[in-house]
Nanobody
Framework: VQLQASGGGLVQPGGSLRLSCAASGSIFSRNDGGWYRQAPGKQRELVAVITSGGFTNYADSVKGRFTISRDNTKNTVYLQMNRLNAEDTAVYYC????????WGQGTQVTVSS
């Protein structure tokens, strides 16, 4: 299983970004997937999950601002991030869980003016 994450960058507070995670070797719609993030000096935290059945769940810190979705035709999971703030600055990692976690390479999100 290979996951290719993209879409990170530098954005001003209040701005938006959309992260993408394209999979090969396995299928997102048959497995759970999502996003973690890790800020400097902090532990990796779960941001959002989408199950094989399409159920979604979010960390309290991003509820109402982030939306996880999946395009089955592209075998890709997205994370739409709105109203970004400095506390969202981190490296974001996508994952797929199929017997074990598979990870994307990480994409940096920096929120700064």
């Amino acid at each position: 299983v290979q996951l290719q994450a993209s879409g990170g960058g530098l954005v001003q507070p209040g701005g938006s970004l959309r992260l993408s995670c394209a999979a090969s070797g396995s299928i997102f719609s048959r497995n759970d997937g999502g996003w973690y993030r890790q800020a400097p000096g902090k532990q990796r935290e779960l941001v959002a999950v989408i199950t094989s059945g399409g159920f979604t769940n979010y960390a309290d810190s991003v509820k109402g601002r982030f939306t996880i979705s999946r395009d089955n035709t592209k075998n890709t999971v997205y994370l739409q991030m709105n109203r970004l703030n400095a506390e969202d600055t981190a490296v974001y990692y996508c994952y797929m869980f199929t017997a074990r976690h598979y990870w994307g390479q990480g994409t940096q999100v920096t929120v700064s003016s």
